[in-house]
Every structure is written in structure tokens, then in C-alpha cells.
């Protein structure tokens, strides 16, 4: 998944609540249209009929999408909903998406699409254009709206909003550090009271938005409009944590250079680090039967270099409705989620 820079605060129950209600509302939303998808081939309203549903979900979104489909059928008896699980990693989804929509597949119905594919998914005419429904998007971040229009349009309604963020051992760090030189110091200190530790600080650093959004956390930032940003002193700042993590502090192991989301996660849940840069769904998993990390799991905004005002590098997803689905003959309200 990518990311946008806003400054919004993350809240673990506020992320249920929007991923289990927006998925009712644009579950609904997709069955609702009279364009896209061949009108004769269009399933009859009062008909039983199957939606597919695609999501990445992980951790606690994964449950509230289950959550979310279970409330949409007990809604809507004549209507079941098939989840298709995509790859976690965003890439591959993307793949697995295009894949089907370059076929002229039908199906999935309801699409859960990374910020920055709706105007991918847009352009060639694969999503619906949602104007019509007239949702109520004043409950949504601005952001998180603008991540779903192309061209004036709304192609995707936000799913869920996450930030990225700091997991530590509370066992080994009992006050989370509140800035950079902390955390290497904190990392250090870890390392040598307990040997089975592999490494400091577990990050993505491999050449894909891993990497983006780490330095957005790290303090740097991306213009949303024009790349003339890149070239600053945040910037330099955030790269240079990241190299001087590996070859000066060596907190981290040169193999973050190639780590995902999935190699951050493996090296967390193993126990093998005491501070890892990763997302909410995170937590969830480190809390389960079996988790090394069970019970001694803390999580806090990367820490600012000079220990001003943290910033986090904020995420999530959009749902958007194949504009080829053929469930666009009924006539569901759209309901808006709230935080």
C-alpha cells in the first residue's frame, strides 16, 4: 500500500469503524449503479445473487472487512458477498488487479484499490464513476477524498486511513525514545543485553514505496504535485538516517535494503529486533497466541530528529466498483462511514 503525507491522528477503534461501515455503504454503492457492464447482462434486483469483493486485508482491517460483509448480508438476505484475497504486498495486488481488468473480467464487483490506483484504474475506464450515488464525503479527510477523483470525477470512496509508526520491545525499552539519537541509543543498549537480538532497527528499505513512505516517517517529504521538493534538507536528513542505520550506528543490517513489509513483520514477530518501522495491522498479530512479541508491544509515531512534533507517514485504501460488474441493477443507499 501507498501513502500520502497528511498530519491526522491514527485511532485504532476510529480504523475499524471507517473500514466496517465503508465497506457496507460502497458494498452497497457498487450494486446500485445503471451505467457500466452490459445492460443485458445486468442481474435482475430482486434476484439472489453473489458479489466478489477483492481486499488485501491484514490484521485488524481483515477482521472488519469480515465484520462489514457479515453486516451487509444480514442487511441484505438475497445478496452473499465472496471475499477475494489479494497479495499483501501492494505491488503484486496492483498486478492481480490489472490482470483482471485488462481480461475484461466482470468480477471482482467491489474493488479495494491502494490511494494512488484510482486514476490508474480510472483512466482506461475500468471503475465506475460514483458521482452519481451523490455520497456524503464530509465524514472523509480531504486527502483521503482527493485520493479517489481523476479529472473532476469520484472513482473511489476511502476505505480505511492508517499511519505508519515505531513498534518497540517494552521489555527491552521501557520509555519510548522521543528522538532519533535516542532511538539509536535505546537500539544499542538492546542489542547488548540480550544476544538473541539480530539487529536494532527492523525498516522497509527495499526500492519500492517501502522505502517512500520509511523516509516519510524519517522526517522527509514528497510534493504531491511536482518532484522540484526532492533535493532538501528533510530530505537529505531522512536518507541519511537510513544509511547511517546501516554503515554508522549499524543498528539495521544491509538487508533492509532489499526488506518489505513482510521481511519488517517477520523480524518483529520473531523477536529478533526492538524496534521496527511497520503499520497498525501490526499489532493484531504481535498480541496473538504464539507471538514472541506477545505482551511487549509498544507503538509510537517515529520520533522527530530534534524532538519536535513527530510526523508519520500516513496511509490506506479506497473502494472503488468495476465498472463492468453485472450487480448493477439494485438500488441500495449508500451509507457513509464515521470515525
Known sequence: MTWWPERHHWRGRGVAAVAALAAVGLAAAGCGSSGGGSASKQVGASAKQTIEFASQGLG???AATKAAVAAFEKANPNIKVKILSLSPVSD???QQMQQRFVSGASTPDVVTTDV???ATFARPGWIQDLSKFHPDTSQFYPGQMASGQYNGKTYAIPWFINAEGLYYRTDLVKTPPTTTAQLISDAKQAMSKD???KEGFAFEGDKYEGAVTAMQSFGGQLSNSTLGNINTPANQAALKFMTDAIHTSKIAPSAVSTWEET???AAWLAGQTPFALNWPYIFALSEAKGSAVKGKTGWVPFPNA??????ASLGGDDLAINAKSTHQNL???FRPAAV
Do not use: C, T, Y
Open 92 to 94: 503484486v495486488a496492483l
Open 116 to 118: 494512488v490506483w484510482p
Open 195 to 197: 544476544p538473541k537480538l
Open 60 to 62: 485488524g482491517e481483515g
Open 331 to 333: 438500488r441500495i443507499p
Open 263 to 265: 521481511q519488517v513483520q
Open 306 to 311: 530534534s524532538g519536535g512534533a513527530a510526523q
